[in-house]
């Protein structure tokens, strides 16, 4: 028996490592909970709504037009939209 195993049954080690959080999905990805507001890293003048990869390849908090501009997409290896606490 290996450690992911339970009872009999084959566990994926992500799942044993998530557990009910392995069952997000695509959408559950596309929001996340900051504690505090950040500046856009790209104009340095608006609060960040995004954080997220830019079309030249490193991530960024962004705001709205930022993002429009820079980002690639929400979602798995895409981005996020900020969410204030």
């Given at each position: 028996m290996v450690w992911w195993e339970?009872?009999?049954e084959e566990m994926n080690p992500v799942k044993?490592?998530?557990g009910d959080r392995w069952s997000m999905n695509e959408e559950d990805l596309v929001e996340t909970t900051v504690s505090k507001k950040r500046k856009c890293n790209i104009?340095?003048?608006n609060d960040?709504?995004?954080d997220g990869k830019t079309?030249?390849?490193p991530w960024a908090y962004m705001c709205e037009g930022c993002f429009d501009e820079y980002g690639i997409g929400l979602g798995t290896g895409k981005g996020q939209k900020l969410k204030l606490r």
């Open positions: 339970e009872e009999g044993r490592i998530l104009c340095n003048v960040a709504e995004y079309v030249r390849g």
